[in-house]
């Protein structure tokens, strides 16, 4: 069993978007504000690639399943990202883990996280969100 470490998402698994409620809400689990380092663009498939790096920050949220749950929701939430495990040539994602920094204490957790694997697609087809914020983008997009 590989080591149980929390998830950083940033994208369509936040509160409030469609897969949270098919891929995450089903499943016992904690959530907390927290960034990371990188730069996140928003596709033309309509949902965010995250390219890991220093100087920017992304904003999202910290899930901590339960630990009865937990590779269940792993094995969920990597089908969902087309992630067939390290180094495989159908992976569109990486599950990696960093550094997360919690919004409320500043304390810095490792996380996994899911980058894009793809970083020419991501800076030619993708909108960069300067902000770092894909819920912000996505609601300045809707008004």
Not at 32 to 54: C, D, F, N, R, W
Request: hydrophobic share 35%.
């Amino acid at each position: 069993m590989q080591k149980q470490l929390p998830v950083f998402v940033y994208g369509t698994l936040l509160k409030g978007f469609h897969n949270h409620a098919l891929c995450v809400k089903p499943f016992p689990h904690t959530e907390a504000k927290a960034t990371i380092e990188g730069e996140i663009y928003h596709l033309p498939e309509g949902y965010p690639g995250l390219l890991l790096g220093e100087g920017a920050e992304v904003t999202g949220a910290i899930l901590d399943f339960a630990p009865e749950v937990y590779e269940k929701a792993l094995a969920v939430l990597d089908e969902l990202e087309t992630y067939y495990g390290q180094g495989d040539p159908r992976n569109e994602y990486e599950r990696t883990v960093v550094v997360a920094r919690l919004a409320e204490t500043g304390q810095e957790v490792p996380v996994y996280v899911y980058r894009y694997l793809d970083h020419d697609y991501v800076r030619q087809a993708g909108t960069k969100v300067e902000h770092g914020d894909w819920r912000r983008f996505m609601e300045e997009a809707a008004e």
